[in-house]
């Protein structure tokens, strides 16, 4: 049975180990994504430039930079300023999620969430990234 198409590629920035390789696991099976992955914000931030991921999602809690910090660091690029973000976190709140939407994210989502709703989040966000920010083999001649 052939594979079917790889729907883009996703950076998960994620400090716990058994976590990222859930979610890899959700994306590429489930998602049929290409997943890169780092282990703390600064890497991260380094594959963002490297790669250019469709969208990137990271974990807000983490040891030296936390989520917001790497938003920030993402916006302030300008190899990274239009990737999608997602905040994973499992210390949900309003005022993170405010706080979230305000620092550029494309959306909020809660770590252990149902891999329908996860899988759904970063499909709009890539769908809208590749509307606004197409690439050179998309764009209408």
Excluded at 54 to 81: F, K, S
Excluded at 85 to 112: M, N, P, R, Y
Aim: charged residues 20%.
């Amino acid at each position: 049975m052939p594979q079917p198409a790889l729907a883009g590629t996703v950076l998960l920035i994620e400090d716990e180990a058994d976590f990222r390789n859930v979610m890899r696991w959700r994306l590429e099976k489930e998602g049929h994504y290409k997943v890169l992955d780092a282990a703390d914000g600064q890497s991260g931030i380094a594959m963002a430039i490297q790669h250019h991921p469709d969208v990137i999602l990271t974990d807000y809690t983490m040891p030296r930079m936390n989520g917001h910090e790497v938003l920030q660091a993402l916006r302030a690029n300008q190899q990274t300023e239009h990737i999608p973000v997602i905040l994973l976190t499992s210390l949900g709140s309003e005022q993170k999620v405010a706080d979230s939407l305000a620092f550029g994210a494309a959306c909020h989502v809660e770590k252990w969430a149902d891999s329908k709703i996860l899988l759904k989040e970063v499909q709009v966000a890539i769908v809208k990234h590749r509307q606004f920010h197409p690439s050179p083999s998309n764009r209408p001649s």
